[in-house]
């Protein structure tokens, strides 16, 4: 199978360049429409799709996010590995403004959202002990070093509701939980990459110290957005960084991400519900069919 990557462009960054090929394409889901049509085009001479997850211009909110819709869409495309970009807050002194952290762990603090592809008439319970991809991160933490950031490699993400900020005994909690950043999106997005049988790797830039530093105050929206811009442009060089770490004809991922679905699906097939079925044709169709 070919590899192609899917990136998803957070706060900040809404486009990619250097893509050859690149037009702007309107792909339709059985889950809604996603956030934008969706830039695909080759880059490095391998098959890319970029998405923007607030859509150009930042219209949706954290909560509005279409995130089913997304994740078929890039699976629909052909995509293999979702690389998320995301801005964060951080709760550790050493993750600075600037830096990098290659997110490994998610606690999911958001409720107003749904969160999965499967439900009545097709039960599935995919592992999620592992949300991200361990062969994908190593990839992005090596292109992310060569932009030259500080990157942390491991990371706890706690995903609230918003679009509010949190209070600062929140901050204090979810810092004495042992989270490492914090933001609002990538729940359910690593649930649903999962559930599709997608490598899922997840880049957080530190735009902030939440509300708990007693010397950063609380958070600053205008501090934010002047740190977004450096940041979006190293995750432009990340992203520029990608094709050449990763193999063109892909081998099977080592962590079973490509496999989630294996022994996932506990509803009986004459028990299925049809109409599901047809919305799942390019999440699931792989174990779906035959
Ligand atoms: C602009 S600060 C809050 C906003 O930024 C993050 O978005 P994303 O994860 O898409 O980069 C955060 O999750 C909030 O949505
Ligand atoms: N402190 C913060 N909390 C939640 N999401 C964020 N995105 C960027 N900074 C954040």
């Known amino acids: 199978m070919q590899t192609m990557i899917g990136v998803i462009g957070g706060s900040g960054v809404y486009d990619i360049d250097g893509l050859e090929e690149a037009r702007w394409t ?14 695909v085009g080759r880059l490095g001479g391998m098959p890319i799709a970029f998405l923007p997850r607030h859509g150009r211009g930042h219209v949706h909110s954290p909560t509005t996010v279409p995130y089913r819709a997304n994740i078929d869409a ?68 090596d292109a992310a070093r060569a932009t030259g950031v500080k990157v942390h490699m491991g990371g ?50 530190v735009t902030d110290y939440d509300s708990w530093h007693p010397h950063h105050g609380e958070v600053d929206i205008t501090a934010i957005i002047a740190t ?22 892909r081998a099977p991922c080592p962590h079973g991400c ?9 509803t009986a097939p004459d028990k299925r519900d049809p109409a599901l079925l047809a919305k799942l044709d390019a999440v699931a169709g792989r174990v779906l069919k035959g």
């Open 26 to 39: 309107r792909v339709e889901t059985p889950w809604g429409a996603p956030s934008d049509e969706i830039l």
């Open 74 to 141: 890039l699976k629909r495309l052909g995509v293999t590995d979702v690389v998320s970009v995301s801005a964060c807050g951080s709760f550790r002194e050493e993750m600075a403004p600037g830096d990098f952290v290659i997110v490994d762990q998610f606690i999911d603090r958001s409720f107003a959202r749904e969160k999965s592809f499967f439900g009545t008439g097709c039960v599935a319970h995919v592992s999620l002990a592992h949300p991200t991809c361990p062969r994908l991160s190593a990839v992005c933490a």
């Open 156 to 205: 706890t993400y706690l995903c609230m509701e918003g679009p509010q900020f949190s209070t600062l005994a929140e901050s204090l909690m979810y810092r004495s939980w042992g989270c490492d950043v914090i933001g609002m999106t990538n729940m359910p997005e690593a649930k649903l990459a999962r559930e599709a049988e997608l490598c899922y790797a997840s880049v957080a830039m």
């Open 228 to 249: 977004l811009g450096a940041n979006a442009s190293h995750a432009r060089t990340l992203v520029a960084g990608l094709p050449q770490r990763l193999e063109a004809e």
């Open 258 to 266: 490509d496999r989630a679905l294996d022994f996932a699906i506990m």
